[in-house]
C-alpha cells in the first residue's frame, strides 16, 4: 500500500513539474519598445517592427520618425530604447557613450519628376547640379527650365550622406529643406524642374530615379558597391546601459538572419 501511494505521490509530482515548465516556456513576453530617428528606415523599421509584434503580441512597438540627429540625442537622453540614424556615428557621439550596430546598407536615389527627359548623371554633375555651378537642366540634356533643388533639413541622416558622398557639405543651394523623406519625394513630384534625394528604400513610382554614371540604384547595385551613393541604416544604444528585456527581443530579431527576408522586401540591403 505504501509502495502504491508512493508512485502515485511521485507521478503527481512529476505532473506538476510538468505543468510548470510548460507554464514557463509558453508565458507571453510583456513590455515596450521604443524607438526614435531617421525617416528613411520608416519602411525598414516598420515592417520589423509589425512582425516582431505578431510574433510578441504582449509587447508594444512604437517608432518616432523624427530625424537621425534626434533620434541619437534622444537614446542618448534616455527618450528611447533604441536610436535610429541613417548614418554612421561621428566619433564624438561614440566617445559620449553610444554604440552603433548596422542593421542595412541602403542607397540614396537621386530623384526627379516623371516627365523630367533626363534618365543619367554623374557624380561630379550631380556635385555642380546641388552647389549652383549648372542652374538650367538644359545643360544635361533636359528642357530649358530653371533647376529646383529639393533637400533636408541639416541633421538629417540622408543629407549627411548624399553630402559626404557628393562632396558639397555646407555648399549646396538648396531651395526648399524639407523635414521628411516622404516630403521630398511629394515635393519632386509635383514639380517638374526638380530634383532631390531619398532612400532608395522610400521611392515610389511617384517620382522618376536617375541613373547614377549608368548604375542604377538596387539591392544588387547597393550590395557590390557600383552604386556610390549609398550610406548605413544604424541601431543606437547606450554603451554601458543594458536594453530592457523587450527591447533586446526586438534588438536580437531585428539583427538576426531572420529579419534579412523582410529587411530586403523593405528595400534595404541586409548586412545579414
Do not use: H
Request: glycine letters at 10%; a negative charge; charged letters at 20%.
Amino acid at each position: 500500500m505504501k509502495k502504491i501511494i508512493s508512485i502515485v505521490l511521485v507521478a503527481a509530482l512529476a505532473l506538476f513539474a510538468l505543468a510548470g515548465c510548460s507554464k514557463t516556456e509558453t508565458e507571453e513576453k510583456t513590455g515596450t519598445v521604443s524607438t526614435d530617428g531617421s525617416t528613411s528606415m520608416e519602411s525598414v523599421i516598420g515592417a520589423l517592427g509589425e512582425a516582431f509584434q505578431e510574433a510578441n503580441e504582449g509587447i508594444t512597438f512604437t517608432y518616432n520618425p523624427t530625424g537621425s540627429s534626434s533620434g541619437i540625442t534622444a537614446v542618448s537622453e534616455g527618450r528611447c530604447d533604441i536610436g535610429l540614424a541613417s548614418r554612421a556615428l561621428t566619433d564624438d557621439e561614440k566617445a559620449s557613450g553610444l554604440t552603433e550596430t548596422v542593421l542595412a546598407y541602403d542607397g540614396i536615389a537621386i530623384i526627379v519628376n516623371n516627365e523630367n527627359p533626363v534618365n543619367d548623371l554623374d557624380l561630379e554633375t550631380i556635385a555642380k547640379i546641388f552647389k549652383g555651378e549648372i542652374t538650367n537642366w538644359s545643360e544635361v540634356g533636359g528642357e530649358d527650365a530653371e533647376i529646383v533643388l529639393i533637400g533636408r533639413e541639416a541633421g538629417s541622416g540622408t543629407r549627411d550622406g548624399f553630402e559626404s558622398i557628393t562632396d558639397t557639405e555646407d555648399a549646396c543651394k538648396y531651395r526648399q529643406e524639407l523635414t521628411s523623406t516622404g516630403d521630398v519625394i511629394t515635393t519632386v513630384s509635383q514639380n517638374p524642374a526638380a530634383i532631390g534625394y531619398a532612400s532608395l528604400a522610400s521611392v515610389s513610382d511617384t517620382v522618376k530615379t536617375l541613373t547614377v554614371g549608368g548604375v542604377a540604384p538596387s539591392e544588387d547595385t547597393v550590395k557590390d558597391g557600383t552604386y556610390v551613393i549609398q550610406r548605413p541604416f544604424v541601431l543606437v544604444t547606450k554603451t554601458e546601459t543594458a536594453l530592457s528585456e523587450a527591447a533586446q527581443l526586438f534588438f536580437d530579431y531585428a539583427t538576426s538572419a531572420d529579419a534579412s527576408e523582410i529587411i530586403s522586401a523593405a528595400g534595404a540591403v541586409p548586412v545579414k
